[in-house]
Each structure stands twice: as C-alpha cells, then as structure tokens.
Nanobody, 115 residues
C-alpha cells in the first residue's frame, strides 16, 4: 500500500507561479514511474506531466515550457513547478504512482488561476 499526499495548491493570479509537491509514504520514487493529472470541472482527467524511473520526463503540449516535474529522492517527493499560470490551468491536480499493475492516487490539490 502507498499513500500519496499532495500540497502546494491555492489561488494565484494569471502569470503567477505555484509549486506542487506529492509526498509518498515510503521510499519508492526511484523505482516506479510517477506523474500528475488534473481534473477541471466538466472536463476529462488530463495527464499533465510524468517522470520515469530513469528520470525522463514528458508533458502535455499545453504546459510544455511552463511546467517542470522533478523528483526529490531525499524527501520522497515529486514536485510540479508551474510558471506563467493561466485560467485554463485551473483544476484539481492529482499525483499518481504506478507500482507494478497498480496505480495509486493522491487526494488532489486545488489550483485556481484567477484575477
């Protein structure tokens, strides 16, 4: 069993920045792929960013150049640094980790971009 806890969401003005963190309950980040999805009201859940066990990253087109996913193995966290936020980035952001055939999810953290 793995517990994931997200933090760092909040209200930010357009053009602002936020840093999300996802803490895992045990030291498995380096051996399992992780990432972030987001869910906006009335929209399908969307993959935002992912990081493989080798450290390779990929992003959905709409966030490329603005978001950066990274792993802090010492703190057992995966972070999502978000710059130049826009209203369309408003959503609940959820982190996940794949352990074998099982995907574990955090509870989500709300990001609201509004003036």
């Amino acid at each position: 069993q793995v517990q994931l806890v997200e933090s760092g969401g909040g209200l930010v003005q357009p053009g602002g920045s936020l840093r999300l963190s996802c803490a895992a309950s045990r030291n498995i980040l380096t051996t399992n792929p992780m990432g972030w999805f987001r869910q906006a009201p009335g929209k399908q859940r969307e993959s935002v960013a992912a990081i493989t066990t080798a450290g390779s990253t990929n992003y959905t087109d709409s966030v490329k150049g603005r978001f950066t996913i990274s792993r802090d193995n010492g703190k057992n966290t995966v972070n999502l640094q978000m710059y130049n936020l826009a209203p369309e980035d408003t959503a609940v952001y959820l982190c996940y980790i794949k352990v074998g055939t099982v995907t574990y999810w955090g509870q989500g953290t709300q990001v609201t971009v509004s003036s």
